[in-house]
């Protein structure tokens, strides 16, 4: 099976990517791989940012700085797809490239893509599954573990889609308005529910 994994800003994705991994299967965090992209000092992501940007977004050891770069395209529509044009055929092709090793090697995998239906990247993976949390729940959560402002988390959520459409849109769904306890006990009947290849409905 291979899964991707959505939700809105705060839903608790995190917490997930360490139950799924705890049973044994191979996640990949979107965000992480373009941590990745963005350390390279060379190639056609790197090539192409500079000559867009110059190398003043540069860091003084010579690796694309993600805040100079931010500053450039931040509230600018135009410059952020410029940035987007340029950074997703380079996530595309990884992502790709993973899914296909976990289906060669015939292992599950989990791809947690905050923005997997903004981007349509359900195409690449056998089901998708939504992690909801009521927005109350979500916004305390950011507040108090991660200290965003009510701005930071607005301006994160106008990025993305309702988490309600989110819901709709998915093959399987978990809710993490509680204990961590009670979302354990979602995926154990999650994995029971991929197991017979049954989808939520």
Not at 60 to 88: C, H, M, S
Not at 114 to 129: C, I, M, R, S, T
Request: net charge neutral; aromatic share 10%.
């Amino acid at each position: 099976m291979i899964l991707g994994i959505t939700g809105s800003f705060g839903a608790g994705k995190s917490t997930v990517r360490e139950e799924f991994s705890a049973l044994g299967w191979q996640f990949f965090d979107a965000d992480e791989i373009c941590h990745l992209i963005y350390a390279g000092k060379e190639g056609t992501f790197f090539t192409r940012i500079t000559e867009t940007w110059g190398r003043e977004i540069l860091s003084p050891a010579g690796n694309i700085d993600r805040k100079k770069l931010a500053a450039k395209v931040f509230g600018k529509p135009q410059e952020l797809k410029k940035l987007t044009d340029i950074l997703y055929p380079e996530l595309d092709k990884r992502l790709v490239e993973a899914i296909r090793n976990c289906r060669e090697r015939q292992q599950n995998g989990a791809f947690e893509i905050p923005l997997l239906f903004e981007n349509n990247y359900e195409k690449y993976f056998d089901a998708v599954l939504t992690v909801w949390g009521a927005s109350s729940v979500r916004h305390k959560r950011l507040r108090e573990m991660r200290h965003f402002t009510d701005e930071e988390i607005r301006k994160r959520e106008n990025q993305q889609l309702p988490s309600d459409e989110k819901l709709e849109k998915a093959d399987f769904a978990l809710i993490n308005n509680g204990s961590k306890e009670l979302l354990r006990r979602q995926i154990n009947d999650l994995m029971i529910k991929i197991t017979n290849g049954k989808k939520d409905e």
